[in-house]
């Protein structure tokens, strides 16, 4: 199996364009070695092969999705006269959460 290609991938696409270049190797290599493979084993080797980069995919959009989710605003207070204020001007959609404790302690989320 030639892995010299894989840096070219790393440049391009990092982590991602290796993990794709390293399955693209390895089904290239298993397709390589289907002619090694008795004739009854080729399609479930090759199913597998297909089952495991579908694996491999939603792995990555499930990673992908969760790291673009933008992080939640938290502003915690205890006393009299402490406000806690969250303002979200991203549009984002990430949690908002004011919580206070004490007299005359507003809590306030704003998203413009």
């Known amino acids: 199996m030639d892995l010299s290609q894989l840096p070219k991938l790393g440049k ?7 993990a794709l270049g390293a399955v693209v190797l390895v089904l290239g290599g298993v397709l390589a070695a289907t ?11 090759l199913t597998l092969v297909a089952i495991g980069i ?20 938290v502003a915690r207070t ?3 006269d402490s406000a806690a204020r969250n ?3 991203s549009r984002t959609g990430g949690a908002q ?5 004490g007299k005359n302690s507003p809590a306030t989320n704003i998203r413009s």
């Open 54 to 73: 579908l694996a491999l995919g939603a792995l990555a959009m499930v990673g992908w999705m969760r790291g673009a989710r933008p992080g939640a605003q």
């Open 78 to 80: 205890e006393g009299n």
């Open 87 to 89: 303002e979200d001007a």
């Open 97 to 101: 959460e004011a919580t206070t404790r």
């Open 35 to 45: 002619g090694v493979l008795p004739e009854g084993w080729r399609g479930p080797v």
């Open 12 to 18: 391009v696409g990092g982590v991602p364009g290796i």
